[in-house]
């Protein structure tokens, strides 16, 4: 399993051209009143979005993929997070704020079809999928080390999550669900861009884990994508 083979290789993966690592200013700046009104603003966008759009039949394997996928957004955001704390760098601010708007479109969903919310009452770090939880260990442990790590780790869980989207917009035929899920990946590959770019700067190149080098680099080489969320 692919995730199994990260965690053993430890995001083996990054090619560090450059040795050793700036931290940064380790200072936390609070968290920007606006952030909660922009998330809810967002949601409200995607929430009329999703009313033109009657439900339909849900499969086991999708009614799977939004719990998961509620999950694996929350892990992107309490790790960005805990890396900010420790990094005070904005990138990690910034990209966690907007995974908080990618929880709150896959909760619309699972509201919308009546499914459990595995993100409802867990705190920071905490994940009922026992696989979240083993991923969410190893890349804070990674990402703990050094900022080069932190922003490998960064790329890395978009990485994987542009390829679990992809696998799960491929086995629905809900538009419904297509919908918030193309919109995740469009944030998804701004949040590479954004990760590379800082990785760039410290002369470090990422190689893609999950998704084909040829999709790494179309993503890179184009420019940031608009209307997502």
Request: net charge negative.
């Amino acid at each position: 399993m692919q995730r199994r083979t990260f965690l053993n290789t430890t995001l083996g993966a990054a090619v560090l051209a450059l040795t050793g690592c700036g931290g940064g200013d380790s200072t936390v700046a609070a968290t920007p009143a606006s952030t909660d009104a922009t998330s809810a603003t967002a949601t409200a966008a995607l929430s009329t979005q999703l009313d033109a759009l009657p439900p339909s039949d849900l499969s086991a394997t999708e009614a799977s993929a939004l719990v998961f996928m509620r999950e694996e957004e929350k892990l992107a955001r309490d790790v960005y997070q805990l890396l900010y704390t420790q990094w005070g760098q904005k990138v990690f601010s910034n990209i966690a704020a907007s995974e908080q708007q990618h929880m709150d479109a896959v909760a619309l969903l699972l509201t919308r079809y009546n499914l459990p919310d595995p993100a409802a009452a867990t705190a920071t770090g905490v994940f009922q999928d026992p696989h979240v939880q083993e991923l969410f260990n190893a890349l804070m442990a990674q990402g703990q080390t050094s900022l080069i790590a932190a922003l490998t780790v960064g790329a890395t869980i978009e990485d994987l999550d542009i390829q679990d989207l992809q696998t799960r917009i491929a086995a629905t035929d809900n538009a419904d669900i297509a919908l918030v899920f193309n919109e995740l990946m469009k944030g998804s590959r701004n949040h590479m861009r954004a990760f590379i770019s800082q990785l760039t700067k410290q002369g470090v190149t990422y190689t893609p884990q999950y998704i084909t080098q040829a999709e790494f680099d179309a993503i890179i080489n184009s420019p940031t994508e608009t209307g997502a969320i």
